[in-house]
């Protein structure tokens, strides 16, 4: 049976066109704001230091649980702050690189995160140091 021939079976959609291609475009911008944010959430939204978080603030973490948070902090009282994710993976059990390296993408960070750039010197006269004078 042809669809195009038999008129019961070949309708015209009851909707205007207009209102189809503004659905069409409201489901397309919702998945490109979806995207955006969850672009934004693979973005850090907070740094987590290792050498100064309690461990519900390590637990924060994507990743971490209360046993490797306690072992953590447990290691970091024992033996001093950590000076890299290598010195983190070799003092923690269970912490291997690509854990560390979904951690660090997690928001996981050694020592303070720093959000200033560094200051940019403009119009300076050559052999000043920057102070002004």
Not at 30 to 56: E, H, K, M, R, Y
Not at 97 to 121: C, F, H, M, T, V
Request: net charge positive; aromatic share 4%; proline share 10%.
């Amino acid at each position: 049976m042809n669809p195009f021939l038999d008129p019961t079976r070949a309708e015209p959609d009851p909707r205007p066109y207009r209102l189809r291609g503004a659905r069409r475009c409201a489901g397309r911008l919702a998945v490109v704001a979806g995207l955006g944010l969850a672009a934004l959430g693979g973005v850090q939204a907070a740094s987590v230091d290792v050498n100064s978080a309690t461990p519900a603030q390590l637990e924060a973490v994507r990743g971490i649980g209360p046993r490797t948070a306690a072992t953590i902090v447990q290691e970091r009282r024992r033996g001093g702050p950590f000076s890299s994710f290598e010195d983190l993976s070799g003092r923690v059990r269970g912490l291997g690189g690509k854990r560390l390296q979904g951690l660090r993408a997690a928001g996981l960070s050694i020592g303070p995160a720093s959000r200033e750039a560094p200051p940019i010197l403009v119009n300076m006269p050559p052999g000043s140091k920057g102070k002004g004078n």
